[in-house]
């Protein structure tokens, strides 16, 4: 069973920085999608950013530039560097783990319906 575990949110000033993890188990694959995703409430949850295992990473166009996905396979975890964040960037930020060795095209890997399992989210607030 995978578990997902957030960490790192906050509340920050606008132009702050914050790290987020997600330490995942009973995860390990050699061929793999994960992603980072952010809802509001009374809005659909979005793509912030996918990683894939041999390194490949996707953005969404809000985040180019300002936020980096990273991975560290020795400790199973995946990293969300977020730089220069906004009051736009509030919202709660969840991990997500595609189905171990399925393929996902380039324009579905910021698709929450892409994403099997999920962590229980960690919130972000981004203050003016």
């Known amino acids: 069973q995978v578990q997902l575990v957030e960490s790192g949110g906050g509340s920050v000033q606008s132009g702050g920085s914050l790290r987020l993890s997600c330490a995942a188990s009973?995860?390990?694959?050699?061929?793999?999608?994960m992603g980072w995703f952010r809802q509001v409430p009374g809005k659909e949850r979005e793509g912030v950013a996918a990683i894939e295992s041999g390194g490949s990473t996707t953005y969404a166009d809000s985040v180019k530039g300002r936020f980096t996905i990273s991975q560290d396979n020795a400790k199973n975890t995946v990293y969300l560097q977020m730089n220069s964040l906004k009051p736009a960037d509030t919202a709660m930020y969840y991990c997500?783990?595609?189905?171990?060795?399925?393929?996902?095209?380039?324009?579905?890997?910021?698709?929450?319906?892409?994403?099997?399992?999920w962590g229980q989210g960690t919130q972000v607030t981004v203050s003016s």
């Open positions: 009973g995860y390990t694959y050699s061929s793999y999608y």
């Open positions: 997500a783990a595609a189905e171990g060795g399925k393929y996902i095209s380039w324009w579905s890997r910021l698709l929450p319906t892409a994403y099997k399992s």
